[in-house]
């Protein structure tokens, strides 16, 4: 189960969305490096660098509906069509999942109204937090722990992304490893680089993939990297350079490398 610290850490000033942006342009850690450090110098860097989340995050949320339409229209239409409590949650969960897709293209206050609403339901539906309370048990419910920690994560309510997406069953499937790092993302957003790390790993070795293998491994190395661990890192590095050469981390993995390797 995870845990995040309620007292004793101290919240960043803003989200960060993305741990590539621990290091700058070149793969070094800004200054001398201590984590507080590090994560206020990506006010200024974080305009300068790609941000690889934003960038795949239709990607990543194409996938999550492909997976959803599939896995929800086999059981929920096929082998549970008779079991009028999930084909009702299947019905509720629709404008959950609609308001969720329309955030995903919104920006500033917009976004986090529709959020809200995903969450919270509206036009007379529930939202995912009333899916899961009224409808334990069904695959519906179980889907809306990955939505609605997605949907914490994104109005910055890390505590909250935690507790969802760990409650998350998600098996070998794509959406695990997603779930797991997104658990880690949230982590970094609260300084815990140790729980950080963790869970990174988790992702990327849950279902080996051409997508969330390599996105994770970097995650991690850079991760270990801020930690001082560059023999750890540099593993992670060197793995995606051996193994994931069509990936887009593989484009920046020889920086990466290098930064490792300076003891």
């Known amino acids: 189960m995870a845990t995040y610290k309620k007292r004793g850490y101290k919240k960043p000033k803003e989200k960060i969305d993305n741990t590539d942006e621990l290091l700058n342009e070149d793969g070094y850690v800004e200054g001398e490096s201590t984590t507080e450090e590090i994560f206020e110098s990506l006010d200024t860097t974080a305009n300068k660098a790609e941000d690889f989340v934003a960038k795949n995050q239709k990607i990543i949320y194409g996938i999550i509906a492909v997976i959803a339409i599939g896995v929800l229209g086999y059981t929920l239409w096929g082998k549970f069509i008779t079991d009028p409590k999930q084909k009702d949650a299947r019905n509720e969960m629709y404008q959950a999942e609609t308001y969720f897709q329309n955030a995903l293209d919104a920006s500033g206050k917009a976004k986090d109204s529709l959020f809200n609403l995903a969450l919270n339901g509206g036009e007379g539906k529930y939202g995912f937090l009333e899916i899961i309370e009224n409808y334990g048990g069904s695959k519906a419910a179980n889907l809306s722990k990955y939505y609605a920690g997605t949907a914490y994560l994104n109005l910055g309510q890390y505590d909250k992304a935690i507790d969802h997406l760990d409650q998350f ?18 982590f970094v957003q609260l300084n815990q680089l140790d729980d950080a790390l963790n869970y990174y790993e988790q992702a990327f070795k ?5 997508f969330t293998t390599p996105k994770y491994l970097q995650k991690a190395g850079v991760v270990a990297l801020s930690k001082g661990d560059n023999g750890k890192a540099l593993g992670y590095f060197q793995r995606i350079k051996d193994e994931f050469s069509a990936s887009a981390e593989y484009q920046k993995v020889d920086v990466y490398i290098g930064r490792a390797s300076v003891e």
């Not at 069953?169 to 949230?186: S, V």
């Not at 849950?206 to 051409?210: D, I």
């Open 169 to 186: 069953d998600a098996d070998q499937t794509m959406l695990g490893p997603i779930a797991k790092g997104a658990i880690g993302d949230a």
């Open 206 to 210: 849950m279902n080996e993939n051409e």
